[in-house]
């Protein structure tokens, strides 16, 4: 098992009722397994997971990207106001 | 091609630019020669198409069908209590033209659709994106892909803010970071959830600067890299992109070659009015409507507004259960009884009825305009936010 640290931004702040999570996920865990773990454990991000924007590391990680271990992770909702 | 030569007035007028060597005259006549179609003016649009009619930006074109509203005034500073009522492209081209006479604004009053953004957008050398909806901010990412062009992108909610610049020749496009839209009524428009009126100042000031860099050819533009902004924390966080290999638009098995139905693809209208929600055929009552039927029946009423929203109207003997809690407790309402549902301008009530719907209530109804209709129709002793 890995730890890592998943960040919250913006309006998914107030989704998942927090602003950062400690979790501890399988070693072999991609982008897209989180966002499948989070959509099933907290049914307020359901939704949200189908359009998030994720970072690993503050760099932009693709749904196939294995997650390191200690990895700070960062979620954005997209914003559309202008 | 030959560089336009400046006036002596033009000199004197952009003086502190020719004092910086990175700009300079050679700069300066550079902007001259620049063409920028700014896609809305509203918060965004306003303050990146005033610093960039300031900065001496040659031709500047702007993209709007909408009026100015007095509601608009509190973030677009481009318009004024003098133009309420006027068109909002009107309104921006006298007040640009007051900054600076001798630029050229070419405006195009009408929605920015499939059907004309690529002629419109082909005439100019980038695009600044300050649309208020995803169905437009697709639309302008697919247009500025095919055509080559720069996308100078800004967001805003609330107090959070993103920009980037999305140049497919060199980096991402806005389609790599974010290949799907939001399930429709996920992500609250400025209309519904409100916006500071400061943060687009704040982020369109940061658009304006990327444009002029990119224009300069100096620095180093936001492409590959998204800023996120939050006023609260006054934090400035930057994240590094990169380009998506399944791009649809820009990737290398791209597969969409041409404009698409960019509402359809979003299943959301091209606006963010909110003003004209609306359930769909039978399923709305008018405010006037209602008030005949209130006279003689009894109608439970719903409100799924947020409830510091009430402190600003509202309507008596209404149940208040904001939309986001209405899934949790549905257990609170007769699925037998009839009932309206509102909210300010019937967008968050229409979305409670498709809930409402599909957990078995059948004699609900979508107050239409909300109850900003009713405080325009019916009772006028209410405000409209």
């Known amino acids: ?82 | 091609m030959t560089l336009p030569e400046l006036s002596h007035e033009e000199i004197l007028r952009y003086s502190r630019h020719l004092l910086i060597p990175e700009v300079g005259l050679e700069g300066q006549r550079k902007l001259k020669a620049s063409s920028v179609l700014v896609i809305g003016t509203g918060g965004l649009g306003s303050p990146v198409a005033l610093y960039l009619a300031a900065a001496g930006v040659g031709r500047i074109g702007l993209v709007d069908y909408d009026v100015v509203d007095s509601s608009n005034l509190q973030r677009q500073v481009i318009h004024g209590t003098s133009t309420i009522g006027k068109l909002k492209v009107e309104s921006a081209r006298a007040k640009l033209l007051d900054l600076n006479p001798d630029i050229q604004v070419d405006v195009y009053n009408e929605p920015y659709t499939s059907e004309n953004a690529m002629r419109i957008a082909s005439d100019y050398d980038l695009i600044i994106d300050g649309t208020d909806n995803f169905p437009t901010r697709y639309l302008t990412n697919d247009v500025a892909v095919f055509l080559g062009k720069p996308n100078i992108y800004g967001s805003i909610f609330r107090f959070d803010g993103q920009v980037s610049v999305f140049y497919a020749k060199e980096g991402p496009c806005y389609r790599c970071l974010f290949p799907e839209p939001p399930p429709p009524g996920l992500v609250p428009s400025c209309a519904e959830g409100g916006v500071l009126g400061v943060l687009p100042g704040t982020i369109g000031t940061i658009q304006a600067t990327e444009a002029l860099k990119v224009l300069l050819g100096i620095g180093t533009p936001l492409i590959g890299k998204l800023l996120l902004y939050n006023a609260l924390d006054m934090s400035f966080d930057f994240v590094t992109l990169k380009k998506n290999p399944n791009c649809r638009v820009c990737g290398p098995n791209a597969d969409i070659k041409e404009l698409i139905d960019y509402e359809e693809f979003c299943g959301v209208p091209g606006h963010d009015h909110g003003e004209e929600g609306s359930a769909g055929e039978g399923l709305d009552i008018t405010a006037g409507e209602l008030a005949e039927r209130l006279k003689t029946n009894h109608l439970k009423l719903l409100d799924v507004r947020e409830p510091h929203e009430l402190e600003i109207s509202a309507l008596p003997g209404a149940v208040n259960i904001p939309l986001g809690q209405l899934a949790a407790r549905l257990s609170e309402l007769d699925s037998a009884e009839e009932m309206v549902v509102f909210c300010k301008g019937g967008t968050r009530s229409a979305r409670a009825l498709e809930l409402l719907a599909s957990a078995g209530f059948k004699k609900v109804k979508n107050l239409k305009g909300g109850i900003n209709a009713w405080a325009r129709e019916v009772d006028r002793s209410l405000p409209v936010y």
């Not at chain 1, 499948?36 to 590391?57: C, D, F, H, W």
């Open chain 1, 1 to 82: 098992m890995n730890k890592i640290r998943l960040l919250f931004f913006a309006t998914l702040r107030e989704r998942a009722g927090t602003k950062a999570l400690d979790l501890e996920i399988p070693a072999d865990m991609t982008v897209r397994g989180l966002k499948e773990k989070l959509a099933a454990e907290y049914p307020n991000l359901r939704e949200s997971m189908k359009s998030v924007l994720i970072t690993i590391n503050r760099e932009y990680a693709f749904d196939e990207a294995v997650i390191p271990p200690n990895a700070e992770m960062a979620l954005f909702p997209p914003v559309s106001g202008g």
